[in-house]
């Protein structure tokens, strides 16, 4: 008995999810459907996949065996398919992003809208979160990130490799609170803070001529979504510390007004990711080669780092 590349997908899903209801949800399937998918996977193996109870579902031994060389299949069928494409202007199918929310709402929606009018046959699924996604166990192509990777295993193509933070605060705040001369008049500051994970952002640090000098910052609002907390920043309610790409369309606007030199603040690349060199499909490649020169035309009108 053949294994269908349908029961693979559910079978995955299943796995990522936890349940064969929320695999049905993102696949489009009735429950059924994606039970029945399974019965009969697992009766073309031989094995049983899942041990389930009353009250939860989760993988036999059998299945985590199974479920790398799922992935591989399934892998190796969407790359077979990408390298037709290779060498064609086309590219078509699913392209699964996960972005952060700041910079995915204010900068990228509409480059990738571009993108995508570009390409008409391409299906742009977003998962936007500041909240970082485990490339290998949901199901994204590439993510866009900030910083140095803490997983070397990650395949990394760089967007903006000289990114930096800068410290801002809207021109209302400035006149009411006045502007700090060094990191350390932040004590005298609201400083909006924002959560990575179980961390709070709240230790800033500054590469100034003398060193690096690391201050730690207190404020009245604290959010784990970076666009809430620049938001917060418009409307006078404190000083940020944020990327600069983040802030890009506001510091042009005037919206918000840096206050230190903008190299005084603490690298922050921006990359392209994705879990494996098979990972970087066409779309993957023409994507990062899109957004490069989207970034490079926007720093262009930014007052150049040194």
């Not at 929606?109 to 500041?130: A, C, E, I, K």
């Not at 490649?285 to 007052?303: G, I, M, N, V």
Request: a neutral charge.
């Amino acid at each position: 008995m053949m294994v269908r590349l349908d029961d693979l997908q559910v079978f995955i899903r299943a796995a990522e999810a936890g349940s064969f209801s929320a695999a049905a949800r993102e696949l489009d399937l009735s429950p059924a459907l994606a039970s029945g998918s399974m019965q009969r996977l697992e009766q073309a193996l031989g094995a049983r996949l899942f041990v389930r109870s009353t009250r939860r579902m989760r993988l036999s031994e059998d299945g985590e065996r199974y479920l790398p060389h799922a992935r591989a299949i399934l892998e190796a069928v969407a790359g077979g398919r990408q390298a037709l494409l290779q060498g064609r202007d086309e590219i078509e199918g699913p392209l699964r992003l996960s972005i952060p929310s700041d910079l995915g709402r204010n900068v990228l929606l509409p480059w990738l809208d571009q993108f995508q009018q570009s390409h008409p046959g391409l299906t742009l699924h977003l998962h936007m979160s500041d909240q970082t996604a485990d490339l290998f166990r949901e199901s994204v192509d590439a993510g866009i990130r900030y910083g140095q990777l803490a997983d070397s295993s990650l395949v990394s193509l760089p967007l903006v490799p000289s990114n930096r933070r800068t410290l801002c605060a809207s021109p209302a705040y400035i006149e009411r609170h006045g502007a700090p001369r060094t990191p350390l008049d932040l004590s005298r500051h609201n400083c909006l803070r924002y959560v990575m994970g179980d961390q709070t952002f709240e230790r800033w640090s500054f590469h100034l001529p003398q060193g690096i000098q690391t201050v730690s910052v207190a404020g009245d609002r604290v959010s784990d979504d970076a666009d809430v907390v620049r938001r917060w920043a418009l409307a006078g309610l404190g000083v940020v510390y944020k990327s600069r790409l983040d802030v890009w369309p506001d510091l042009q606007a005037g919206r918000l007004l840096e206050l230190f030199p903008a190299h005084y603040g603490q690298p922050s690349p921006l990359q392209l990711v994705s879990a494996h060199r098979s990972a970087l499909t066409p779309a993957v490649q023409q994507l990062k080669a899109f957004l490069t020169d989207c970034f490079a035309r926007q720093q262009a009108s930014l007052p150049r780092l040194p």
